[in-house]
């Protein structure tokens, strides 16, 4: 039982690194090798992780709409979104006869490979990160928002007016919420010192950000997770979508595998806005320390990293599957409205604050 | 551009949409050509004739016992107001009154048809908006409503209750008890509907000032029901011309003079509340007695012209009929409600954002057959 909690992934790794090394060399093989095996270990693990994403929130919805959701496939209905998946992997995937070809079927392959590379610095648990690059916070931003690329692909090569319009709100969105996102992003950065991931973890040890920081980070988290609901275009903010104006936005001409993968990008961007926000204000793996309480902190630590992680990233998912079954949806107008007069000053008086509390060192 | 060519857009510039006749928020084949700047309208011309069933015509052809079925179709959230006002208006010829124990079961059935599309509407309002859970708060009232008159009925949507003289069947024996029932249901329910809906940020800024209709502009595109009362005109036929009675129960028309999207929101709240009140004041007042009038087994309308309106839950129905003496009408003509709201949306949509423009359909509440018929 001991060995098991203290168990540290980085021991797995570096047997299989020694291992492959051994075996094929210290060269480019051996690089390679490991890749496809990161690769293939993120597809096993995503496609669990989206499968119970999307029955989470069916039976969130159903939770909240007075209903029971689904219970007829399999154990509490907990296979019918395989299920769904089947039909949806057997489904034509059709490509509209006046599309751009290329585009058309290049733009749910961006969209999910951004929203997987994404991945790569999460600290999943203690010790367990794909790769713990020096600027981590700044290539999640960086690379989240290729997103947006894919989404205007979608809607500019599908030929159909309804897509246009959906890909060309989703471009003033996403480009207007990033602002935020950053931000809120760098008011965590300017008390911690560093982008890397592992660093901003290890800085919550003594307590998490949102609980040391003051006021101040408590705004830049309430204003990430609006933000990043918008950036992930989710109900309130779904207007790229907005199945009531658009029919179904930028996704309408897509069906089949092609669909899926969006819906797929979808529930992976939830899971790695949470994640980002349980990392940055919530402490990450780091169990629930307070300062010189040494018996709780120790109990604390025998739940396992990897359980505090996801515990705190599903409780963020929670939240925001709440807004979506919960709000209407704001018009194009008010979207930006919310942004560039309320979203945007807020935050900008807010990192100044947050500044003005590392310089003097008010946080704990 | 030559991805989008030339037909996408128009030689002024102009983005021309056409929302429907498949679209999820025309609620039926309405089918809305929009043309747009960006995101905002410049115009918006409704197309008819999709769900074209000619009932008018059809009706000639039917005796007067059986047209009033045909208006079940119409304006299917409020079929029995439509069987009613199709009723009323043979009746009218006949020179015949429904029975008192008729007229009260028309009026309860009446509300409870009210109530139902109202908490329909509510529902969908929410939808339109992009907030899916009201729909199903609004069910489950309205499913409480609609066992109901399956009880009573044997129907639930179309339910061909009233005949003229009267109604079909008398009331089940369990109508009244699970009428109170429901109405408590309502009433402790109805706080649920504001606190999910009305009082959210995000819904007041999008129905406050969108959608606008001044009262000049709804007496001349003869707007009329909760639409036409949002914008300051009193036109509730059950207060100007009662009919089966409404005289002599207490209720409030309500009005409003704001004439936007949340001035039609809130009246047709509020006159949820209203029916209620008219359904708990009658409930335990239904006379005793025949439920039908005598009438012969084919009845002939004598020579002439009728006309009967009545309020439905979109706004005023009128039914005319010209007899020429046969089994059945000569002609017959319907003055749906929807018709002419409907008329008003290019009106009220200029200038406004797509959003806005779903807006205004779902709080129009447009029922598409009954603009076609």
């Given at each position: ?271 790695v806005v949470s994640a980002i926000a349980a990392t940055l204000f919530l402490g990450g793996w780091m169990p629930f320390h307070i300062g010189h309480w040494e018996l709780f902190n120790h109990i604390m630590d025998f739940i396992p990293s990897s359980i505090w992680f996801m515990g705190k990233t599903f409780f963020i998912i929670f939240i925001i599957m709440q807004f979506r079954w919960t709000f209407p949806r704001l018009r194009v107008d008010q979207l930006l409205t919310l942004e560039w007069k309320y979203l945007l000053p807020i935050s900008m008086v807010n990192i ?13 | ?199 959210n940020v995000i819904f007041e800024n999008r129905t406050k000032g969108v959608g606008y209709l001044s009262k000049e502009d709804a007496i001349s595109y003869g707007v009329t029901g909760p639409t036409g009362r949002a914008s300051g005109v009193s036109c509730d036929v059950r207060k100007w011309f009662p009919y089966e009675g409404y005289d002599k129960v207490q209720f409030d028309e309500i009005l409003d003079n704001c004439g936007d999207c949340y001035a039609r929101y809130m009246v047709r709240m509020k006159e949820m509340d209203q029916s209620v009140s008219i359904i ?94």
């Amino acid at each position: 039982m001991r060995l098991l909690l203290t168990y540290s992934f980085s021991s797995l790794s570096s047997h299989i690194h020694a291992w492959l090394i051994s075996s094929m060399g210290d060269g480019m093989a051996a690089l390679v090798a490991e890749m496809v095996i990161v690769g293939i270990s993120l597809i096993v693990f995503l496609v669990p992780l989206c499968f119970f994403l999307g029955y989470m929130e069916r039976k969130v919805a159903a939770f909240m709409q007075l209903r029971l959701g689904p219970n007829r496939v399999g154990p509490k209905g907990s296979m019918q979104i395989v299920a769904d998946t089947v039909k949806l992997l057997f489904k034509e995937g059709l490509t509209p006869t006046a599309s751009d070809k290329f585009l058309f079927n290049l733009a749910p392959v961006i969209v999910v490979v951004t929203s997987m590379l994404v991945m790569a610095p999460i600290a999943f648990a203690k010790d367990f990160q794909i790769w713990d690059l020096s600027i981590g916070v700044l290539y999640v931003t960086s690379i989240s928002s290729i997103a947006v690329i894919g989404i205007l692909m979608a809607g500019w090569s599908s030929y159909n007016k309804y897509s246009l319009l959906g890909a060309m709100r989703s471009g003033a969105q996403i480009v207007s919420y990033e602002l935020s996102i950053g931000l809120s992003i760098l008011s965590v950065i300017v008390l911690t010192g560093s982008l890397k991931m592992s660093d901003i973890v290890m800085s919550q040890q003594n307590g998490w950000w949102i609980f040391k920081g003051h006021l101040p980070m408590w705004i830049s988290f309430v204003i990430f997770v609006i933000a990043s609901t918008a950036e992930i275009n989710r109900a309130p903010f779904d207007l790229t979508e907005a199945e009531q104006e658009l029919t179904a936005g930028f996704h309408t001409e897509y069906s089949g595998m092609k669909f899926a993968m969006f819906l797929l990008s979808e529930y992976i961007n939830l899971f790695v806005v949470s994640a980002i926000a349980a990392t940055l204000f919530l402490g990450g793996w780091m169990p629930f320390h307070i300062g010189h309480w040494e018996l709780f902190n120790h109990i604390m630590d025998f739940i396992p990293s990897s359980i505090w992680f996801m515990g705190k990233t599903f409780f963020i998912i929670f939240i925001i599957m709440q807004f979506r079954w919960t709000f209407p949806r704001l018009r194009v107008d008010q979207l930006l409205t919310l942004e560039w007069k309320y979203l945007l000053p807020i935050s900008m008086v807010n990192i100044l604050l947050a500044t003005l509390i590392a310089i003097m060192g008010w946080h704990f | 551009m030559s991805l989008l060519g030339e037909d996408i857009v128009t030689e002024d510039g102009e983005f021309v949409i056409n929302m429907g006749p498949q679209h999820p928020s025309t609620h039926g084949v309405l089918h809305l050509k929009i043309w747009l700047d960006g995101e905002t309208i410049k115009r918006v011309q409704p197309h008819l004739g999709y769900i074209h069933r000619s009932i008018e015509k059809m009706s000639e052809n039917l005796s007067y016992r059986n047209f009033i079925f045909a208006t079940s179709r119409m304006d299917y959230l409020s079929a029995h107001i439509n069987n009613e006002a199709c009723a009323l208006c043979v009746e009218k010829g006949l020179q015949i009154e429904a029975t008192p124990r008729a007229q009260v079961i028309r009026i309860l059935m009446a509300e409870l048809t009210r109530l139902s599309s109202h908490q329909l509407w509510w529902g969908c309002t929410g939808l339109d908006l992009g907030a899916v859970t009201p729909f199903f708060y609004a069910f489950r009232e309205r499913e409480a409503i609609m066992e109901i008159m399956e009880e009573t009925c044997g129907a639930r949507l179309t339910m061909n209750y009233m005949v003229p003289g009267g109604v079909m069947y008398d009331i089940h024996p369990n109508f009244q008890k699970r009428v109170k029932d429901v109405m408590k249901q309502i009433k402790n329910n109805l706080h649920e509907y504001f606190e999910i809906l009305t009082g959210n940020v995000i819904f007041e800024n999008r129905t406050k000032g969108v959608g606008y209709l001044s009262k000049e502009d709804a007496i001349s595109y003869g707007v009329t029901g909760p639409t036409g009362r949002a914008s300051g005109v009193s036109c509730d036929v059950r207060k100007w011309f009662p009919y089966e009675g409404y005289d002599k129960v207490q209720f409030d028309e309500i009005l409003d003079n704001c004439g936007d999207c949340y001035a039609r929101y809130m009246v047709r709240m509020k006159e949820m509340d209203q029916s209620v009140s008219i359904i708990e004041q009658l409930i335990d007042n239904i006379p005793e007695g025949d439920f039908q009038t005598k009438t012969k087994n084919v009845i002939k309308l004598p020579k002439g012209e009728f006309y009967q309106r009545v309020e439905t839950a979109r706004g005023e129905l009128g039914v005319f009929i010209v007899s020429d003496g046969a089994a059945s009408p000569y002609r017959i003509k319907y003055r749906s409600p929807n018709f002419s709201n409907l008329s008003a949306i290019d009106h009220m949509a200029r200038g406004a954002k797509i959003g806005d423009l779903i807006a205004i359909m779902a709080t129009l509440d447009l029922v598409i057959p009954d603009i076609d018929r």
